[in-house]
């Protein structure tokens, strides 16, 4: 038997259904659902996306079936119609539409009104007697039909119907009366005559096949191949066209045209939502050349299409077990449904409304539980734009750039260049702090600013890393600006922002906006830092109980990165249970500690080290108490001194010579140290465990503070468990090294305080060499903890702050399909752990193993972790909750085979 | 039974043998085998190693059993000579040596002399009749019990005896007459007491036993430490301890001592080599003193001791079968033997004397082979300093600095601090190249260098692969060195070289002196380039004899590394069977070359980018013309563009304008686009097959030059084998992208010249991914060449241009036992080569494997390779033989089971 090419659907039935979108594509199935559940559908039939897939795989060839198929479902429609497609007496027009597998919104092509020519416009307008109708019908026709399939660019046909507008002295299309569309259909087939040679097509067969065609042609349209790219749409999958008879909305009052969802898609709540015209088509709505009426409004208009359609609708919903968005359209008193797709939703109404489901039995909470892509939650933590407010913005030309979106949430405020002006400014009011990459001397500055844009760096930059922890919005790797920091200036494209100027940042899209836009603060977090009673918000109150779901069924634990006892209250009520890395160093940038950790590194012999390093014991021992108290009765890990010393001195000869006021060493010396310092690859220098090697007694040092502040809160009868972590060890024998100080000095101060603590002795494994040796490593440690941040860039031989400039190609041209800073790179490094852990296991049975690294806060890397065996994976406060859902999702998925959320 | 620790010899007996080296170190084995042997041999007894493990194994205590066993090996000995230890009229004097299994010259301590006090001297003195000889003796006892045992300073001994000369207005000690010596003695013993607060010890036993504690102690001394580390011999084994009874060559004109070789250890000639001195004791001909006499003097001084000598030591060289290294002392005309051990010897004497044993059916084949330390050829092709004249340079205070011994071989000629100079200074005489480090713009003046010199970097550093690339003896890493490049001038420890000053460097040594020091060419490399007919050169001769032993063996196939056709010339005659690795962007520096180059870095467009690459191509289609024309017959590898295109723009403001004056571009757009390209790691940056994949159009230009040269040639009738390699490849899609480029562009270029090459395509294994999926990336690849310096780099997180801050560290603290960028670190990197040899031979059958990273050219390395499985190893030219030598090692040692050269 031939293959099946072609489905019609029509008259309350249909070749295919509702779940064949593999096949037919969403729209597609929901048209062939909707025909065979008697929704009121004009009828029509799917083309499949395996033709797609044929016509790429075949040279742009088709199928030889097609033709045949096509027509017969051509006939069936005429007869479904009783119409004749090209008839110049009652004319069949259709649409033909783009539907892939998932929804890709304005991304692929879409023609209306197909069929006509100059014969039958005269026939429709005689059929319907509305000749007005028929001729606007044409000069649109005209006008898809010459940008999708002729290629001419969309503005060329508008000027030709602004130049009649003005001409007659008119301002909407809909005063234009039937002489001047006349005039403008001639003009726009002179256009199309202009511009390809050709007389605009009359033959409706050939345009059908024409549009066709440009449909699987759009399948490979820049903005398509990007859309796929973002959404992680794989290129193969091809999409279905959709030929359907068409109906009008645009036929009088009594006729008209909406979209809809069936539950509000911003916030979750159970409500009709949508907006209507009468007398339009469907593109009138998307085009917003007039405002749509709230669909309330129906209810008065047309009472009995109203009920219909809201009984229809949650019928579609009831069958879908999902909110629905849908199309529908009035042709003289009569309901015709477009469309029916799962209705795409915000963060806070996934969550809203995978609560409610569950409450009103629709979905089980497995069910709503693997609906929730766990990267929205992150969106009910962070602030957002007023969007009515940015649409305006936008509109008004003040879109500056686009970066990455690198944290999530909006922040608006006065630009400052520099960490030390942010701080200044702050005191003012709110700041965003512009930088053209951030480094640790900018802590204090981030900390005051609103949010934060760099115009080096990507989603793991210092920048995004840090911005992320502190949950603030940040835009990173926004090349096109060109930041002079110490003039205090950025100018790009024509446009210039000095210091004070207003700038708005979107952490969601990547937007940057000059001047002020206004944003809504997240409900969740108000209410997590007490600002908000919980029981006055329905979304914390959603949010605590899907978070309650996903913690009956993970198994893997999950931790928070944190530094500070401010992150540790928010990472804990985030649901954090315990610190997964705590990372010392950012203790010594904090204004008054700084000088002592530069004495320290400036110093020349150990003694002078000692003595630094005496200074900075009780600031350390004090964060350690902090941090463990906020934490008692879960885990700490702790890891000892990590980055390259030339971090922490001076740049620039100007702040050598101010620290050299400070600390009384000359800046001569202080710039040679930094000299001295410098590394060509610091990345992979004199870092991690290789400064405790070379300098025990700053190990020396952490441990005892580590242990003093343990000690000290078990006499107040807290329980601590602190965990000691040793960095960038790559062979067994610098662990060993360490381990000796670290038992050594942590025996000596338990004797001193008279006080046993239970504490753990770890290691990060982050250098692949750690990897391969894991059965040798698990000896000396206790646990393992992923560093997947510098393992993938060892596995990968990629630094992170240089990857940017070549990342875009590899994405672009398919050799990623993920940015590996973002989600882990399974076959290489995921190999790399999965053996670890089974070796390291192999050696010691109770080997503890968890992730640190960023990706402990991305969803399918944490899946990857739970399906590895790891005990926890640790994230950034404010990814804890993905972390979470996710963890879940692993399991729900291993269980039921089936993933939600995968493409 | 109790354990054994202590073993006799004397009287034509021993209860060890000469081939318990393990037991009883080397000097005792020898001792115990000579005695054995009926050698002549003042008896003695050997403490075993083994109670030197238990003295640090049970924290510096001695097994119970040792002090009745040590008592009654001296009652054997006191019986054996008819003398008392102790006795105050006819006392028994023993020397205390340390001995461990391997030879570590003059790292441990030795007393001479131990029994006297101050009554035995007395006894001593009326036994011999010899009053001075006695007080003598007592004096040197004194100074080197008071320094080796009592651990006061030398210096001070010496001081004393000095002031005494000086008193008396003598030079000489022997010009001290024994009321002299009675007088130095006194002060000595006053010397001691002010010390220690003791008397010097008179008891006997007591100086006995704590010299003994003192050998074990000097076992762990900074001296022997370190001598180990660079040895890589075994903290663990332990030393020995002999106390033998004391033999004296100055009891007049009748008695002396020497050392010497049964044959010459430095050239290997079977001639009786040595040096004695007639009334003197042992120290004495080592001090340097006075000048000691050709051992074939002694034939006249007395023939019947010489004759006696002469049998017994060729005795011994067929009893050990390899040249023996002797010590000998004549007692009022008794000649005893005090040691005898294999002889140490240059690479050219290990070279001759293999050859020559084999003629003289002393030893076979196999034995020769795996005798020379593959290393030690390295030397054969090394121009050399004059031993005698560096002496005088070292002892004239002219050794200024010493750095790491890079490149062997000896170079002196005046100092050029940069390479233009470099180029300028060499066309009137002989230049050292003297730079902080050196780079890829510095190759036109290493070209020119006899040798160089840098401040900055390790073996693996740019300075030390290009110098041994190109055989050229070079010292990097010389940290004291305070080079001003652009004012011409180093200092050092207040010393200042100016440009043109002489500089001589010995890359053998690391060493660095001021002046001149002559040299000696190396004799097998004038023969390779027909400047010596190989006739005339019996080492030559050698040198190809042992080379066609190792050919005969091995199995693993010898390349070379080699950008020109020069050095694919050398590496030819060097016996290398084809190039592993030629690095294409070496050729884009030459002068005339590097502004095409430049301009297509700077090109904003692909089409500008185009036309730069369109003037670079005849150009490398030349070059490997040239390079496949050489190596005809054999595999040619040429790696695509690697380095980051960073190292080819210039580095300075002046040195931008000088460019933009040449090609035409903006000064300010150089020094922009030389910021744009700035990277933070730029080991991990955009360079390898990065480049390939961003601008297609420079692999596209390079695989034309490739194949156009193969075409060319192939109609010349020329057998080519071009091999083209990617580099940097972690995801077989990088490949694919790459290879797909090359594929195309090879039709092209065949169907143009309507020739067929037979190429292969292949990739680096670089980066621990490819490493981790050779499965997937063998689909693509027909050889993989590990390229070790990098995956290294990767894998234990190692920056080889910044470890040498902290390897030292790494090195002392033994966790590692060598340098990771000279050998091979086989548990981290050896495992991914494994797995990437196994699992890339899992999908590609025939994969051929390489590594043409610089462990290709280490003996360890290469073994490892061979049985890993590789096809073959790549080294630069001139350690080709090595490579081939540690082949048939590994062959033979798999064979035998035995390595001679492990420790």
């Known amino acids: 038997m031939a293959k099946k090419y072609v489905y019609f659907f029509g008259n309350g039935k249909a070749e295919g259904n509702g779940t064949q979108k593999d096949l037919l594509g969403g729209k597609g199935a929901g048209l062939a659902g909707m025909s065979s559940a008697g929704v009121p559908v004009p009828p029509g039939y799917t083309i499949t996306t395996e033709t797609c897939r044929y016509y790429y795989a075949n040279g742009k060839k088709l199928p030889p079936e097609l033709a045949g198929q096509s027509k017969e479902a051509m006939a069936k429609l ?60 044409y000069r649109r026709f005209i006008s898809m039909f010459g940008n999708v399939v002729l290629e001419i660019e969309k503005s060329a046909f508008e000027k030709v119907l602004e130049s009649v507008k003005e001409k007659k002295g008119v301002h909407l299309d809909t005063d234009l009366n039937v002489n001047d569309l006349k005039e403008v259909v001639d003009l726009l087939k002179k256009l199309v005559k202009d511009e390809t040679g050709k007389e605009f097509p ?53 006729s008209g045209t909406g979209v809809g969802f069936t539950r509000n898609p911003s916030n979750g709540v159970k409500e009709f939502f949508g907006e209507y015209l009468t007398n339009a088509q469907g593109e009138d709505v998307v085009a917003g ?135 200044e400014m702050a005191k003012k009011g709110p700041v965003v702090l512009v930088r053209p990459e951030t480094n640790p001397d ?158 320290m590194i400036l110093a020349d012999t150990e003694e002078d080290r000692r003595k630094a390093l005496d200074k900075l014991l009780p600031f350390q021992k004090e964060d350690f108490k902090g941090l463990l108290k906020e934490m008692k009765g879960f885990g700490v890990t702790v890891r000892t001194l990590d980055p390259p010393l030339h971090e922490f001195l001076p740049k620039t000869k100007e702040d050598a010579a101010v620290l050299s006021q400070k600390i009384g060493i000359p800046t001569e010396k ?33 441990v005892r503070a580590i242990l003093s502040a343990a000690c000290e809160l078990k006499k107040e009868k807290v329980n601590v468990l602190p965990e000691i972590m040793i960095p960038l060890v790559g062979n067994v024998k610098e662990l060993k090294d360490q381990t000796a100080i670290v038992r050594r000095v942590a025996d000596e101060v338990q004797k001193e305080y008279g006080v046993k603590v239970n504490y753990l002795l770890g290691t990060m494994i982050e250098v692949p060499r750690a990897a391969l040796t894991s059965a040798e490593i698990a000896q000396e440690a206790e646990f393992f903890s992923f560093g ?60 503890k193993c968890g992730i640190c690294g960023e990706h402990g806060g991305d969803a399918p890397s944490v899946k990857f972790c739970a399906r590895t065996g790891l005990n926890y994976v640790s994230a950034s406060p404010f990814r804890v909750p993905v972390a979470r859902l996710a963890a ?8 039921t085979g089936k993933s939600y959320t995968s493409k």
């Open 888 to 895: 879940a999702q692993a399991v729900i998925e291993d269980k």
């Open 78 to 137: 005429e007869k479904a119609l009783g119409k004749k497609f090209g008839s110049s007496t009652d004319p069949l027009l259709v649409s033909v539409r783009s539907g892939a597998k998932f929804s890709m919104p304005g991304m692929m092509d879409t023609i209306l009104n197909l069929g006509l020519n100059d014969v039958a416009v005269l026939g429709l307008a005689e059929r319907t007697g509305n000749d007005r109708f028929a001729w606007d019908a």
């Open 788 to 847: 997947t941040n510098d393992l993938t860039q060892m596995t990968l031989g990629f630094s992170r702050d240089d990857a940017g400039k070549f990342t875009k190609v590899y994405l672009d041209k398919k050799i990623f399909t993920d940015d590996p800073f973002a989600t882990l790179d399974q076959t290489g490094v995921g190999r790399l752990m999965d053996l670890s852990v089974r070796e390291g296991r192999k050696t010691r049975k109770d080997l």
């Open 289 to 423: 050349v007039r405002t749509p009426k709230p669909i309330k409004e129906l209810e008065r208009d047309m009472p009995t299409v109203y009920k219909q359609l809201r009984e229809i609708t949650s019928k579609l919903e009831k069958h879908y077990r999902d909110m629905q968005d849908f199309e529908f359209t009035i042709e003289r008193g009569t309901l015709f449904m477009l469309q029916t797709r799962t209705g795409k939703r915000t963060g806070i109404a996934a969550v809203q409304v995978a609560v409610d489901m569950v409450k009103e039995k629709l979905i089980s909470k497995e069910e709503a539980l693997i609906r929730i892509e766990p990267d929205q939650l992150a969106q009910l933590l962070a602030p957002v734009f007023d969007g009515k407010e940015k649409t305006v913005a936008v509109k008004g030309g003040r879109l500056l750039a686009k970066g990455i979106d690198a944290g999530p949430g909006a922040a608006t405020g006065r630009a400052a260049f520099t960490s030390e002006r942010a701080v």
């Open 670 to 702: 202080i710039i040679q140290k930094t000299h001295e310092l410098h590394e060509f690859n610091p990345m992979l220098g004199h870092r991690g465990c290789r400064l405790g090697i070379t300098y025990p007694e700053i190990t020396e040092m952490q």
């Open 202 to 254: 009359q033959d409706p067969l050939k345009q059908l096949e024409d549009a066709r065609n440009a449909v699987f042609r759009s399948w490979n349209n820049p903005r398509a191949i990007t859309y796929r790219r973002l959404n992680k749409i794989s290129d193969e999958i091809g999409t279905a066209v959709n030929v359907q008879a068409m109906v009008f909305g645009n036929m009088g009052n009594d």
């Open 442 to 599: 900018d802590i204090e500055g981030m900390v005051v600013a609103e949010g934060i844009l760099t115009a080096i760096g990507g989603r793991t930059s210092h920048a995004a890393v840090v911005a992320r922890g502190m949950g603030k919005p940040c835009v990173v790797g926004c090349g096109v600006l060109k930041i002079d920091d110490e003039a205090g200036v950025l100018n790009v494209d024509g446009h210039t922002v000095k210091e004070g100027d207003y700038l708005s940042i979107d952490g969601f899209t990547g937007e940057v906006l000059l001047g002020q836009v206004p944003t809504l603060p997240s409900e969740v977090v108000r209410v997590l830092r007490n600002e908000l009673p919980a029981k006055e918000s329905t979304l914390f109150a959603s949010f605590k109980t899907v978070m309650a779901w996903a913690d009956a069924y993970r198994k893997i634990k999950v931790r928070a990165n944190a530094d500070i006892p401010r992150d540790a209250i928010m990472a804990r009520a985030l649901g954090a249970e315990g610190i997964g890395l705590c990372r010392t160093e950012h203790m010594f940038f904090a204004p008054e500690r700084l000088p002592f950790m530069q004495e």
